[in-house]
């Protein structure tokens, strides 16, 4: 009995071992090809050598160069490799979108290896199918899912919020508002600075926000007030100056860097509910000339050291990067994020309505 035992014991011993060595070899043999596809990514990203970056110059002031030769630096510090990095930002984010489709339709390697754009302005990339797949979660452990853009095929380099914001020295602590409804007030008209873009509407008419009748209904009302209309930059800078005491909605992180560095007079309504939030994704266009450069270059901008150069130079961090910024306003604020398969389906539609609205085209 006693030596049936022994054997018995003996070889429950020797199938646990055998389970766990098969187990560890079935590890590494799973971890292996991607540790090999990453370092066949580095040896041919090194002959490539340089990437063209379609992406925005620093949003305070500092130096362009600056910050591409901290990005070549983060790089070559995660994967050991040096790539020069040109930026080529002549055109807006749409433009650079519809110049990349025009020459990947045409057969013709895009100009830019990677590119920097809102999950709206880049949407008729990943609808045309216009992106490099690069596997990101299995070549780089520090990316995660909620990093991922368009269904994985890029990844989000930063967040940012869209909110109210206000001259501090023109409008009263007690006249700032708490809710969306209250610049329907007639006390803001002509006082009131808007964003041209039909894009924050097109968010706020999703299901999971106001729906598109209260948000054409809503958008009806405040037109009324006769708000003065211009590109983000444009509306920042107007309540700056006062000539807008009030912008119905504009970037928090450009308003709060005024504040805080500058000691400019202006603040952001922050119980105003539910904030925009929107993300900036980088993605390898399809056929780029140099994708394994661009793929390092993107996905060194998502560790520490990337996000820290993203604050410094644009103000921004990603809501979904451990204790950024944008991770921290996230979790204590209610936001709206875009829904793209949404605006895919419904989004051509919705922005014609909004664009004639806004445009006062009947």
Wanted: proline share 7%.
């Amino acid at each position: 009995m006693r030596k049936s035992g022994c054997s018995e014991l003996s070889f429950f011993a020797i199938a646990v071992l055998m389970v766990l060595g098969f187990s560890h070899i079935g590890g590494a043999t799973a971890a292996e090809p991607a540790k090999t596809r990453l370092a066949e990514m580095v040896k041919k990203a090194a002959q490539e050598g340089e990437i063209v970056y379609q992406g925005p110059d620093p949003s305070n002031a500092r130096p362009t160069q600056d910050m591409l030769r901290e990005m070549e630096a983060a790089t070559e510090k995660h994967f050991g490799v040096k790539i020069k990095i040109k930026i080529d930002n002549a055109l807006s984010y749409p433009a650079s979108t519809a110049k990349t489709l025009v020459e990947i339709k045409a057969g013709a390697p895009p100009t830019f290896d990677l590119m920097y754009q809102t999950e709206l302005s880049g949407v008729p990339l990943y609808k045309d199918r216009a992106l490099e797949p690069i596997p990101w979660i299995e070549l780089f452990p520090h990316i995660t899912a909620k990093d991922l853009e368009w269904n994985g095929q890029a990844v989000i380099r930063s967040s940012y919020v869209l909110a109210p914001v206000y001259n501090t020295r023109l409008v009263k602590p007690q006249d700032v508002p708490k809710k969306w409804e209250d610049f329907l007030n007639s006390k803001w008209k002509g006082k009131l600075g808007m964003p041209i873009y039909p894009d924050p509407w097109m968010i706020l008419s999703q299901p999971d926000a106001w729906g598109e009748e209260r948000t054409l209904s809503y958008l009806k009302k405040l037109m009324e007030n006769n708000p003065k209309l211009g590109r983000y930059p444009e509306v920042h800078e107007r309540v700056l100056s006062g000539e807008t005491v009030i912008a119905w909605m504009s970037e928090r992180e450009r308003t709060l860097d005024a504040k805080e560095r500058l000691k400019a007079p202006v603040d952001v309504a922050g119980e105003v509910e539910p904030a925009i939030l929107q993300t900036n994704a980088l993605c390898v266009p399809k056929g780029a000339r140099r994708p394994n450069a661009a793929a390092l270059v993107a996905a060194a901008m998502l560790t520490k050291e990337g996000q820290d150069l993203e604050l410094k130079y644009r103000n921004l961090s990603s809501a979904w990067r451990p204790s950024t910024p944008a991770a921290e306003f996230v979790s204590r604020h209610k936001v709206v994020r875009v829904n793209v398969d949404f605006i895919v389906t419904e989004g051509g539609e919705l922005s014609k309505k909004f664009q004639e609205i806004i445009m006062k085209k009947k």
